[in-house]
């Protein structure tokens, strides 16, 4: 038999096919309120300074120190300035202004005498104890100068960016657009969700498991269909996949059976099917139509979850901003028996700080695998790996 | 002065006002699609069993293992069955029946001889290997048995839950409603993202801020709004807002200075406002209005949003089946200095295992928080961290 392309090997092809097309995508502005996940393509700047002008930290008086210097000194209140538009722009000498917190500080003030430190009395205000010169006072562009990147580009925008870019005066910003993922399922066995069920029909589940699987690494899914073994219809729903997305994943059709849609239709425009050495998720393919990446993941339905999670989940992160899942070392539960010659990714549970491997290898355990929380990457060249090994654990 | 409210019992009260708001949510019927991320609040439960009929693993020929026993040995084929409804329901003795992957199994086959292992032949095919009794055929139930719970109620729905559901022949299911969470942001300052400033004006950051975090802690955010220290505006606000949500959230308007328009409102109704014994976000106060919890954060840009992650941000989490954001204990990369008697939450950057203190300690540094990634948590009673020492550190 011919030698096997690893998984390393086919990730490395997917990746160079699918990189480019993730990752060349154009921008969109959205408001602000919108872009919370997204990636900013531009900096986010502050023409003015931010705070925009010197403003008081605390309620109280501001005053010019030279007048509070020594205490106790009774002055008079020229009024009072609330948070909001200036009522007073300059301090005259030897008077107090009462301040809010926020409230723009007069000229001539450089410093604010907190409100616990004063009491009022006939003719004015008595300053029982002073402060340093500046004390409470936050000067105009101390959190950011005119100019300042207040958010740089390529963030992965958190609430704390929005609030920054509110900050400075903007309302909307222009991130990465999502990619656009189309998933057509095909198999003649596969019915949709819930309809009922003749003698040889299963429910598809790789429509809503890879559409699910892609949304949550930040795609936008544009397209999720199902067509049975037959290449005009499976034809016709790539033509629109590929008119409409960045990247069409396909289940199916890529096994050795004498109805193979995907194959059908793919290896004659240059598809690239071929075995992986790789358990579950054995046959697998890649093409490229009119320019956008085709990938063919296997039709059992743990095949292509598993599938998806070792060939895209790190490039579509990678292509929103989020940040990759590492795989953890973990030392396993209880021995586990692997075929040799095929790298295994078997399922398994995280519990307190060791992986047990459940379910059995069957690529239709669709339901072992809901139990599951991770996936154990078992070298092809292993065969027995003894309870309180370290093995690798990719997180699902 | 009175002794302040401690950051611990402020957070006890406040869960003691919102969980159950929170958690008493109503369900709702959404499609699988939809339902990626929700809390299921009904197990899903296949009727049948899954797979639903027995099935071929491999392309290759379904045997009756008597027939196959001793190789080589030529036998007639009646026909092939692709995956899909059955073409055959028994199969002959002595006979094969060429079976696809995922092709019903015949009554009387016990074996599936893998494609790989013949050769076609004039007037049959020669099976070359044997195999055991029950190999490559997947029993109707080995994933699961009629009745069996593939998705247990409360669980977090990940693509593989979904895809254990949409196995059972699920369309759709019972989540919980997502928490509702209204927005005020108070201020005679403040004026809408974007638009010209006065001198005095600053541009609302607590709107988008408080709105972006609690989506990202799973809410629905169903109203934003911003009115200025006007008591009538702020109670025309609160109405609607306690009409739509299960979580109200206030910022400004409840410190100590002349106009205070949450203090003023919500004091009437009995609002528990109070100073904690925290920095930043000393402010702090809650209030229940028409049965809605009503949560007071302080105005400042910085404390708001520390408020928000401290008091708010585990309450969302668990309600809506996210797992806790833990507090991780770090060493520290540059000593500290912090004023003795209020617990801070001082920004800091974590870089290569170590927390490193970033900007000041002001409030007002919304710009220099967008640069952080963590808390520090400093405890009251401390006023110097020496560099190495370790921290608690709450990550944004």
Redesign the interface.
């Known amino acids: 038999m011919a030698r096997r392309r690893t998984v390393d090997e086919h990730a490395a092809r997917i990746a160079a096919l699918v990189g480019p097309s993730l990752n060349q995508r154009d921008a969109e502005i959205v408001?602000?309120?919108a872009a919370?996940?997204r990636v900013l393509v531009e900096p986010v700047v502050?023409a003015?300074p931010?705070?925009?002008?010197r403003?008081a930290?605390m309620?109280g008086y501001a005053a010019r120190h030279a007048d509070v210097r020594r205490t106790p000194v009774v002055l008079p209140v020229d009024g009072?300035q609330?948070?909001?538009?200036?009522v007073r722009?300059t301090l005259e000498a030897g008077h107090l202004l009462?301040v809010?917190?926020?409230?723009?500080v007069p000229e001539g003030a450089d410093c604010v005498v907190p409100?616990e430190q004063t009491a009022e009395e006939e003719g004015g205000v008595r300053v029982l104890r002073t402060v340093e010169p500046g004390a409470f006072v936050?000067e105009a562009g101390?959190?950011?100068l005119p100019g300042?990147v207040?958010?740089p580009a390529f963030t992965h925008l958190?609430?704390?960016?929005?609030?920054?870019a509110?900050?400075?005066?903007?309302?909307?910003v222009a991130v990465r657009r999502r990619p656009r993922v189309a998933v057509i399922a095909t198999?003649?066995?596969v019915v949709?969700?819930?309809?009922p069920?003749?003698?040889?029909?299963?429910?598809?589940?790789n429509?809503?498991?890879l559409?699910?699987?892609a949304?949550?690494a930040g795609a936008e899914?544009v397209l999720?269909d199902l067509t049975?073994?037959d290449p005009a219809a499976f034809e016709r729903c790539l033509e629109r996949a590929v008119a409409e997305s960045d990247l069409v994943l396909t289940a199916g059709g890529v096994?050795?059976?004498?109805?193979e849609v995907v194959r059908q239709v793919l290896e004659p425009l240059g598809a690239d099917v071929t075995e992986i050495a790789m358990q579950p998720g054995g046959p697998q393919g890649f093409a490229s139509v009119r320019g956008v990446p085709v990938v063919c993941l296997p039709?059992?339905?743990v095949s292509a979850?598993v599938s998806f999670t070792v060939f895209l989940r790190p490039l579509l992160r990678a292509a929103v901003g989020l940040p990759p899942v590492a795989p953890q070392v973990l030392p396993l539960a209880a021995a586990l028996h692997s075929p040799k010659g095929k790298r295994q990714w078997l399922r398994g549970v995280v519990k307190h700080g060791s992986v047990y491997p459940v379910g059995g290898p069957?690529s239709?355990?669709?339901?072992?695998?809901?139990g599951?929380d991770a996936l154990i990457d078992v070298p092809a060249e292993t065969d027995f790996v003894a309870a309180g090994s370290s093995v690798s654990v990719l997180p699902?």
Request: overall charge negative; glycine content about 12%.
């Open positions: 408001p602000l309120a919370l996940g502050t003015g931010l705070p925009p002008f403003n930290q309620d009072v609330p948070a909001g538009p200036a722009t009462k809010m917190t926020g409230a723009p409100v936050r101390s959190d950011a300042t207040v958010v958190a609430p704390r960016h929005l609030a920054a509110a900050a400075a005066g903007v309302a909307e198999g003649a066995e949709p969700p819930g309809a069920l003749e003698l040889g029909q299963v429910h598809d589940v429509g809503i498991a559409s699910a699987l949304a949550e899914i999720v049975p073994d096994s050795k059976g004498d109805f039709g059992n339905p979850q069957g239709h355990l669709v339901v072992a695998m809901a599951a699902l």
